[in-house]
């Protein structure tokens, strides 16, 4: 059973006690996630996560958003990612603007900036809430090229450009299908050079300020937009002089455009919006149907 409440504004629900789960969906350019405000990481397992994100027998998403106390002082919280799957990445760039936006509803923050603790650091994010437009800008800190690499697979050879956002990507500017995609994203994703696992990028650059992307997400598939994708491939399109530093390029996912800039110092700026969807309960564990 679900209760839900649909509105532009997060209502509060209840503290999640050990009876029903209080949840909060989001979207960020289509790429959608359950938050839940915990106390401790174990609040929702991985088993959990992957049924609320089953779009079928759950409530859908592409991965939960553990909300919980910060370990930094002076941080407003703690963002925790589970992808649909039950991976657990190191960093969610949309996740992020969701998670900032809830927090600072929450707060009654309209114009300010709150920082997070993430697994890949300490991320600050700029908010701009005023007629509710929940955009949100995010310092993503260094992100980087690190290395290029061919991989053959089964004669079908990739050369990609690998980049760190505080997780792993792989790029291309190979032109491809959506049937491409499908095929060669998992292969990438799980294959033998990136024993952890990588997104995988697929990109066109239509100019120095214009990119098209799809990104095949580690532990989830293709999504509508993958924040820290858009900006190791402006990292990777800066190293390799597709595009100018210090200048904001429009990437164009599936869902929408995210503005990214890399900074003097290397930090990618990612500005892009976050929208409530709906709120709700869901019990934590229901019998089978027979």
Wanted: aromatic share 4%.
């Amino acid at each position: 059973m679900v209760g839900l409440e649909s509105s532009a504004r997060a209502g509060q629900l209840a503290p999640n006690d050990g009876g029903d789960l209080g949840f909060y969906k989001y979207e960020g350019l289509g790429n959608d996630f359950v938050v839940v405000e915990a106390e401790r990481t174990d609040a929702v397992s991985v088993e959990r996560a992957r049924e609320l994100c089953d779009r079928r027998l759950g409530i859908g998403a592409d991965g939960v958003l553990l909300v919980l106390p910060a370990k930094t002082s002076g941080a407003a919280g703690r963002m925790v990612v589970i992808n649909a799957d039950g991976s657990i990445p190191e960093m969610c760039g949309n996740g992020l603007r969701c998670v900032a936006l809830h927090v600072a509803r929450t707060r009654g923050v309209i114009d300010g900036t709150l920082t997070f603790d993430t697994d890949a650091g300490v991320k600050p994010c700029t908010i701009d809430d005023r007629d509710e437009r929940g955009l949100i800008t995010v310092d993503m800190g260094v992100v980087r090229w690190t290395e290029d690499v061919r991989l053959d697979l089964d004669g079908d050879v990739w050369e990609l450009s690998l980049g760190d956002a505080g997780n792993p990507h792989a790029i291309t500017r190979r032109a491809a299908s959506m049937d491409d995609i499908r095929r060669i994203g998992p292969r990438v994703e799980k294959h033998p050079r990136f024993p952890a696992g990588t997104n995988v990028e697929f990109a066109v650059v239509r100019s120095p300020t214009e990119i098209d992307l799809v990104v095949w997400e580690r532990g989830v598939g293709i999504t509508q937009a993958c924040g820290t994708g858009a900006c190791a491939t402006v990292a990777v399109a800066v190293e390799k002089g597709w595009s100018p530093a210090n200048t904001e390029v429009a990437v164009k996912l599936p869902g929408g455009v995210l503005h990214i800039r890399l900074d003097a110092k290397g930090h990618a700026i990612m500005r892009g919006p976050a929208r409530h969807v709906f709120s709700g309960r869901v019990a934590t564990r229901e019998a089978a149907p027979r």
